[in-house]
């Protein structure tokens, strides 16, 4: 544990790719019993939601007054490293290798598990408390992908990345076949692919300077992109199972969609919300996501449907070498052959010049598609986002300007900073919010942000602080929905600050029916 | 203790404590740039803190100085005033006001732990505390420094094909990391930024171990692997520290605690080494004083008026104008 957690603290703190990678490395090569645990935590395969934020909380207050732990968590902005830190030490104890004291911890019986582990983060050291509450919260955030801890694997044992990528959805704990294969002692792993997830190919956004320059677009497709979220869809013979983009099994919540199809394939898609294949936004499927099962009388009112942008297996063949344009050949023969009403395909953009496709990203199907996906005809499919395969090219978002009016502390590379913005519009003489954004100012931007919040607080709620009504925040967003739950009634996708309007006074923001308005709310 | 204001301005006598702008008598508790400032007519300090003045701001900084001795009293009208040590840095103390039988400490920045390179803390009872709250929460526990200081010397050891380049303060901190490093038996020369010289001369002059050391130059990339430097924070960023080779980039601070903190600024080695009381500390010298009023400045403050509060203690914060938390030496 002392190991793994001194491996996790250097990995947070270097900045260099290649000293990560020589970390991971000389961690794999020493350590035969805890690399299994230490990869699967890495890669974030260890399902293991033992204890959760909420009952970490409980924990700490037996042991510190809830409002000093407060004021920290506001000041730290990490559950983990607060909780380690303000924990207090106890007699540290001998040190456990990872594997046990993950086995001893599984163990623990649910009636125990307070007393438990409350006794067995008395007896770490800081890091090593911060190290297994994070393991036990699972979302490390230590800026280690599992790309990079696959590249670590793969230069360590000469072998390349791509064909660990292939084969690892259909690896399990404790990874013994993938190890052996690593160190040539047996060969590579084999696996039925029908049955894994397969890491989805990914687009880039495009340059519109450079690339539309140096681009041919003969050699391209594009179909519209669509708000929904992404999908891999298994259908063999007898089970069908939906898959997200980041490889959860989603099958539970969407049943209409397991019943109703057919055939051997793997398909690749967008789950959208929307009756007879028309999309009715992101909104509608908001109201079908996080969940386990679905109501039918939900599956009636938010139906869902995936329209197909790719194929990667067709009756146990293999077609990811294919290019594109073949692939398509089987989807659509896919298609044709097991038509239902939960399946639609992508429709592909008939253009021949660059300036021609503007139109289509800007103007096409109203509000509903995002923009437009831009693919070359001659690629395989490639897990990952490779350069100069797809592309994505999003429509101009909407802005509004809004004022400033309470900010929070961030998380993450942000703890600390007033990086958490509400914005409001007027509604008569008070502002009312209409969203809260944590992205999309340049570090400059943040100093100043953060520095006026300091300065021009007027009131504090908890961490919340309320601040003099004299910044107006340009604000971009992809799409805006009215919502029964904010006071304001309406709710934006992806809002993010644009820029800082100095030159606007606030008397000149919209009100919230001037802004309902604009935006076709009301 | 009406007497002091927010500002800790004492009206009937028209003194200043650490003031910002120039006043006409300020008694200042120790030479960082917040505390210490250029132009006033009078200063009062200890020896240690007049020198260090002059040394950062030329001999002529102020029209007059008095010199106080710790434990030294002086009196103007009915106030007197005595220094005592506050285990900060070289020179540093607190301040005691007797009035009419009331007495109100000034703690300025203060460190309850050992340190060789300046006199340690001293506890003083009295009515009024005005404390400092630099690290006033309870995730602020400062290991030993000690401890802290093998790994930077661990560290040169291992990666032996890099140099070290240590973030830490011109005045105090930087001394502090080469006595530490002395004190573990690291006897190899140090190197420094060139805006460390003096302090560095002086601190050898008032006979601080700090060894040997001596300024970074133009020499030959090479010649820095495996060596340590020690720079003021601003130069980790500069173009300054880009011509080391493979520089590990390490800060001696109480921030370090949080690593977040230490991603942020781009540190790969974080030393918690302070200069200031921790949490524990800082409610053992409220106790331990016994006053009854605690006035609590610079910093973190809420949580410690928080605990106050519990404890039966009148207490409230004193914002003092021109800074703000986290800027603090």
Known sequence: MKKFSSLLHNLILTPSRNTKIKLLQDYFKTLDINRAYALAILSNQLSFQFIKASKLRELVYEQVDQHLFDYSYDYVGDLAETISLIWPTKKEGKSENLSNLIENIKKIEKSEINTEFSKILSRLSNNERWTLIKICTGGLRIGVSERLVKTALADLYNKSVNEIEEIWHGLEFPYENLFQWLKNETSKPKIDFRKLFHPMMLANPIDEEKDFKRLDANEFQAEYKWDGIRVQLMVASKSVSLYSRTGDNISSAFPEIIETTKGDAVIDGELLAGRSFKPSGFNDLQQRLNRKKASKDLQKKFPVFIRAYDILFYKGKDLRKLSLFERRKYLEKFQKENKTNQIDLSFIINFSTWEELTKYKNNFHGDLNEGVMIKLKNSEYLPGRKKGYWYKWKKNPKLVDAILMYAQRGHGKRSSYYSDFTFGVWKENELVPIGKAYSGYTDKELLVLDKFIRNNTINKFGPVREVKKEIILEVAFDDVFPSTRHKSGVAMRFPRIHRIRWDKPVNEVLTISEFKKEFKLS | ?329
């Open chain 2, 1 to 329: 203790m009406d007497f002091i204001n927010h500002q800790l301005f004492i009206k009937d006598i028209n003194l200043h404590i650490d003031p910002i702008l120039p006043k006409k008598t300020a008694i200042i508790t120790h030479g960082h740039a917040d505390h210490a400032r250029f132009g006033h007519n009078h200063v009062i300090a200890t020896r240690q803190t007049i020198d260090i003045m002059k040394i950062r701001y030329g001999d002529k900084c102020a029209k007059k100085f008095t010199t106080l001795r710790y434990g030294q009293k002086y009196s103007i009208k009915n106030f007197n005033f005595t220094l005592y040590p506050a285990g900060h840095i070289l020179g540093s103390a607190q301040v005691l006001i007797e009035k009419d039988n009331h007495r109100l400490v000034i703690t300025g920045d203060y460190k309850v732990g050992k340190d060789e390179t300046c006199k340690n803390f001293k506890l003083i009872k009295c009515d009024t505390l005005i404390t400092e709250a630099t690290f006033g929460l309870p995730i602020f526990q400062h290991p030993n420094p000690n401890d802290e200081i093998q790994k930077l010397i661990q560290s040169v050891k291992i990666n032996k094909h890099n140099c070290h380049i240590v973030g830490a303060y011109a005045l105090g901190k930087a001394q502090r990391v080469m006595n530490l490093l002395r004190q573990q038996n690291y006897n190899k020369t140090i190197y420094i930024h060139g805006s460390l010289k003096k302090l560095c001369e002086y601190y050898s002059k008032e006979k601080i171990n700090i060894g040997k050391f001596e300024k970074v130059s133009s020499k030959d990339k090479n010649f820095y692997e495996g060596k340590i430097i020690i720079a003021p924070p601003s130069a980790l960023k500069d173009r300054w520290s880009r011509r080391f080779p493979n520089p590990i980039i390490c800060m001696a601070s109480g921030w370090m605690t949080v690593k977040q903190r230490a991603k942020q600024q781009g540190i790969e080695l974080p030393l918690v080494i302070s200069d200031h009381s921790d949490w524990n500390e800082l409610l053992d010298t409220i106790n331990k004083s016994k006053a009854k009023n605690i006035l609590i400045t610079h910093g973190q403050e809420d949580a410690l008026v928080y605990y106050c509060k519990q404890q039966n203690l009148v207490s409230k914060p004193l914002s003092i104008q021109g800074r703000s938390d986290e800027e603090i030496e």
